[in-house]
Antibody, heavy 126, light 107 residues
Framework: QVQLVESGGGVVQPGRSLRLSCEAS????????VHWVRQAPGKGLEWVAV????????YSADSVKGRFTISRDNSKNTLYLDMNSLKAEDTALYFC???????????????????WGQGTLVAVSS | DIQLTQSPSSLSASVGDGVTITCRAS??????LNWYQQKPGKAPKLLIY???SLQSGVPSRFTGSGSGTDFTLSISSLQPEDFATYYC?????????FGQGTKVEIK
């Protein structure tokens, strides 16, 4: 069965860095784009970033652009999010999610998130 | 950015009731509109994609409809496991945004 397991969250001071990981199993990881989505405590969902199945392209939300970098290692079935210059407003539960990557979608990226991990909590506080 | 506005923000209903949630986009998203269900402390779950396609394994009491700017998610007969928060999401224009959520509570 498809599984996505995030790790790497924790408490970090403002301005510091953190790396999140998401280990995938149960499907051909290299065939799917993958996303990060976050949810601040008691709030709604916010899309953060996406990376193409082969890692050749990535996009991120304006709120994290220039501070967060999404990457992947298909040999390890793992997705990453490198977070720098963290701010209090980055405090959230961070989910990784698989893109359905249906054939008819441009470049195999549909922005339809068909499987999600359980999330890893990042708290930015002094 | 494309704004998605869900209504109502919350509703109370009883087991067996039919309910409808609306999602309105600030500009046309054609049929690139998806619906997710999230239970407390859990990850979101895809219910409907591209406005009306039922995700595999999702009960047929969930239906989606709409195109352009106006969309609905309907649950024909609420079951105890359906009490949750529902989010719409547009997959048409960057950045892909979510609605603010609709919480369905037990009356």
């Amino acid at each position: 069965q498809v599984q996505l397991v995030e790790s790497g969250g924790g408490v970090v001071q403002p301005g510091r860095s953190l790396r999140l990981s998401c280990e995938a199993s149960g499907f051909t990881f290299s065939s799917h784009a993958v996303h990060w989505v976050r949810q601040a405590p008691g709030k709604g969902l916010e899309w953060v970033a996406v990376i193409w199945s082969d890692g050749t392209s990535e996009y991120s939300a304006d709120s994290v652009k220039g501070r967060f970098t999404i990457s992947r290692d298909n040999s390890k079935n793992t997705l990453y999010l490198d977070m720098n210059s963290l701010k209090a407003e980055d405090t959230a539960l961070y989910f990784c999610a698989r893109d359905s990557s249906l054939e008819m979608c441009p470049e195999g990226v549909c922005y339809i998130l068909d499987y999600w991990g359980q999330g890893t909590l990042v708290a930015v506080s002094s | 950015d494309i704004q998605l506005t869900q209504s109502p923000s919350s509703l109370s209903a009883s087991v067996g009731d039919g309910v409808t949630i609306t999602c309105r986009a600030s500009q046309s998203v054609r049929t690139y509109l998806n619906w997710y269900q999230q239970k407390p402390g859990k990850a979101p779950k895809l219910l409907i994609y591209e406005a009306s396609s039922l995700q595999s394994g999702v009960p047929s009491r969930f239906t989606g409809s709409g195109s352009g700017t106006d969309f609905t998610l309907s649950i024909s007969s609420l079951q105890p496991e359906d009490f949750a928060t529902y989010y719409c999401q547009q997959s048409y224009g960057a950045p892909r945004t979510f609605g603010q959520g609709t919480k369905v509570e037990i009356k």
